[in-house]
Every structure is written in structure tokens, then in C-alpha cells.
């Protein structure tokens, strides 16, 4: 039998044990004087059937009292309970706290307590079922995106650099070609010359930057050190730069170093084409609690309160983004005309 229900009963016990014990004073009221209880002169004068019949009714009217208050309190309890169901609080105390005597309350209270239980519990699991079905649609179109994504770099990649990379590398062999005769043209088309020159070599610039930007992002069973070290060998031996490096050979979780991977291949290509730097600097080093990722440059530099109209903005925005989702810190210092400092810190996960 259920606590409450055994405290119910005891209750009702006591209560008739009361006017038990009230009906033997009446009885023996020659020995006790009950006046004391009463507290009304004329009550010994009444018969005793009378002043237990009186006694019985004051007894209850007291009960109807009290159950009258433990109503009133039960429906304050609903109320409460209701509102917190409704701001979606299913755990606050009041939704688990015991309710003595409900099986003595109204039909129409106690159904009314049995519902808010049932609600309690159908709002937990539609909660729960919410959660999970938002999840999936999200898990699964982050993996949709990134796959086609991924493929469509490879795509634009492969074509730039069978075509227009090709075509540029073609253009240059022309232009080196007419250059050896440059001298027995006029000066204002030595002077174009020389600006096609220039520009051919800038665009093939932005296209290794590009080609460096669009490739896997993925290490490709590689370490994050020879990842990075593999990348910077192929670019020093492609651009007109001075590049140095110092690697740590750290470890991190699969996904972590993939994305510390791709955020120095964005770093590298908005230097490739925006800093016209002459120097870089490359620094992945390990302390007990990050991993600290700093690029330098000396280059042009702008100005950080302007980043998001400055040239490769939208890279140094998806960057931060990167570092954010890791939990980590991006500190960027940058003046006109002084280069750059771009300084990543990533926390390390104690297992």
C-alpha cells in the first residue's frame, strides 16, 4: 500500500479516535469537567447525547475546514505545476513532489493531477524526439554540403588547372618569345610588353593561390606537421617568396587537424593574393594547453577595424568561424604598409 494512502487512513483513524476520547469525557463528566474544553457554562446543564451530537458537529465542521484548506492547496500545487510545464521546465522540484492524500481529493482533482503527469512525461519525449529529428536534418546536410563542396573544388581545381592555367603558362612562352625581338619594336609597345608581362604574372599568381585554396582539404593520411611542411615545399618552389617554417609535430583528433590544415591553406592563399608579401613565416608549435598556429608576413597590411570590407575578408571570416567551432582564440594584428600577424590558438582536450 502506498505511503499516502496509509497516511490517509491513519488520519481518519485519529479522527474518530478524537471523538471517541471526547465521548468518554462527556460520559465521565461527573469526574472531569469538560467545561474547560467547551468553554460554555451552560453545557453542563445539556444532556450528554446532546453535547456529543454538538461535539460531533464542531469536529466536523473542522474536518470539512481542513479538507476544505488541503483542496485549496492541491489546486495551488496544479496551478504551479501547470505553469512550469509551460515555460518548459520538466524538472523543477514541483513536478516530482509527493501529493499526500490524493486519493481523497475530488475525482475532477485527482484526474486533473494524473494528466499533468501524463503531460509531463509527453513533454519530456516530444522534447526529446525534437531534438533528435533536428539533429539528423543537420547532421545530414552538413555532411550533403560538405561532400558536394568538396567535389565541386576538385571540379573547378581540375579545370583551371587543365585550361586556364595551361593558357596562362601559354601566353607567358608567347610572350617570352616576342620579348627576344623587343628591341626592334616601338618603345610605347615595349612598354605594353612589359605591362602584359606583369599582369600575366600576377594572374598566375591569384591562379596558384586559387589551385592552393580549391585543393583537398583533407590531409590525406598525412600528419597535421607533414601536411603543412608538404604544402609549403610545393609553394616555395612556385612563388617569388621567401618562405620559413618551424613545426612542432604535434597530435590531435582526425577532424581537429583537418580543419587546423585547411585554415592554413586559407591563410596561405589570401597572403598569395592580397599581401604582396615578400617574406613569410610559418609557426605551429605545442604548449600543455594549446596548440598555437601563427602566420607572418610583410606584407601591405590593412587596417583590422575594416576587415570586413578589406580583400580576403570572407576568408578571414570562415577562418574565425573554424576556430570558433574548435573552441579556440584568433588574434589578428595588421597596420597599412607594416604586414601582418595572424596568431590561432587551439585548446587541447584532456582525455
Known amino acids: 500500500m502506498k505511503k499516502n494512502h496509509l497516511l490517509t487512513l491513519w488520519l481518519v483513524f485519529l479522527t474518530y479516535l478524537t471523538v471517541f476520547a471526547l465521548f468518554i469525557i462527556l460520559a465521565l463528566n461527573k469526574l472531569i469537567d469538560w467545561t474547560f474544553f467547551l468553554n460554555m457554562a451552560f ?7 446532546l453535547s456529543l451530537i454538538l461535539v460531533v458537529g464542531i469536529t466536523s465542521l473542522v474536518g470539512v475546514f481542513a479538507y476544505y484548506l488541503v483542496v485549496r492547496y492541491y489546486q495551488k500545487i496544479i496551478r504551479q505545476q501547470l505553469h512550469w510545464l509551460v515555460v518548459g521546465n520538466y524538472e523543477h522540484p514541483i513536478l516530482s513532489k509527493p501529493l499526500w492524500l490524493n486519493y481523497y481529493l475530488p475525482i475532477n482533482l485527482q484526474s486533473h493531477i494524473e494528466m ?8 519530456i519525449s516530444l522534447s526529446q524526439e525534437v531534438q533528435e529529428l533536428s539533429a539528423i536534418p543537420q547532421y545530414v546536410g552538413k555532411e550533403t554540403k560538405e561532400e558536394i563542396l568538396t567535389a565541386e573544388r576538385h571540379r573547378l581545381a581540375r579545370e583551371l588547372h587543365d585550361s586556364v592555367s595551361q593558357q596562362l603558362f601559354a601566353a607567358m612562352m608567347m610572350l617570352s618569345a616576342i620579348n627576344e625581338q623587343a628591341d626592334q619594336l616601338p618603345a610605347n609597345l ?60 604535434v597530435h590531435l583528433p582526425y577532424g581537429i587537424e583537418d580543419h587546423l590544415f585547411r585554415i592554413v591553406q586559407e591563410l596561405l592563399s589570401n597572403t598569395l593574393r592580397h599581401s604582396k608579401a615578400n617574406s613569410l613565416e610559418v609557426y605551429l608549435k605545442e604548449s600543455s594547453e594549446y596548440i598555437i598556429l601563427k602566420v607572418v608576413d610583410d606584407g601591405i597590411g590593412f587596417d583590422t577595424k575594416l576587415t570586413s570590407s578589406s ?7 570562415n577562418m574565425k568561424e573554424r576556430v570558433t567551432s574548435m573552441g579556440g582564440t584568433c588574434k589578428i594584428i595588421s597596420f597599412p604598409d607594416k604586414g601582418t600577424i595572424i596568431e590561432i590558438k587551439i585548446p587541447i582536450t584532456k582525455k
Open 116 to 123: 499533468i503527469q501524463e503531460l509531463k512525461e509527453k513533454l
Open 190 to 249: 615595349q612598354k605594353s610588353l612589359s605591362l602584359v608581362e606583369k599582369i600575366i604574372n600576377e594572374s598566375q599568381s591569384e591562379m596558384r593561390a586559387l589551385l592552393l585554396h580549391l585543393r583537398p582539404v583533407n590531409l590525406e593520411d598525412k600528419s597535421l606537421k607533414e601536411g603543412i611542411k608538404a604544402l609549403l615545399t610545393e609553394l616555395t618552389s612556385k612563388v617569388n617568396m621567401t618562405i620559413t617554417w618551424e613545426l612542432d609535430d
Open 311 to 317: 580583400p580576403g575578408s570572407y576568408g578571414l571570416l
Open 43 to 49: 453545557m453542563q446543564k445539556l444532556p450528554i447525547l
